[in-house]
């Protein structure tokens, strides 16, 4: 069974830095997808990986930054503001797309993590 395990989230203060991983029990994956869910809002992406390139959602791309393999992949943030509160969620799977757009999207990938809650304060 396919287990992803998301952790380091937490309460930070604006400005500080956190890291996020996401553990897939030592399966590797095509592809891997961040995304978050602020509260009232509908979950958005943030980052991916797949075949070795990364890649970000426009506005993540100064501050965030993703580092590993599908095994085990980081997500590093900096510089986070009080609008980055949310719950973090990894994703994953095996779908091969011609276009990295693809892989922003929920739909593209088969499994989820539990999600990690990340709160910053002003």
């Known amino acids: 069974q396919v287990q992803l395990q998301e952790s380091g989230g937490g309460l930070v203060q604006a400005g500080d830095s956190l890291r996020l991983s996401c553990a897939a029990n030592g399966r590797n994956f095509y592809a891997v997808g961040w995304f978050r869910q602020a509260p009232g809002k509908e979950r958005e992406f943030v980052a991916g990986?797949?075949?070795?390139s990364t890649f970000y959602a426009d506005s993540k791309r100064d501050r965030f930054a993703i580092a590993g393999d599908s095994a085990k992949i980081y997500l590093q943030m900096n510089s986070l503001t009080p609008e980055d509160t949310a719950v973090y969620y990894c994703?994953?799977?095996?779908?091969?797309?011609?276009?990295?757009?693809?892989?922003?999207?929920?739909?593209?990938?088969?499994?989820w993590g539990q999600g990690t809650q990340v709160t910053v304060s002003a």
């Open positions: 990986w797949s075949g070795g």
């Open positions: 994703a994953a799977g095996d779908r091969v797309y011609s276009r990295i757009s693809y892989y922003y999207g929920d739909s593209a990938y088969d499994y």
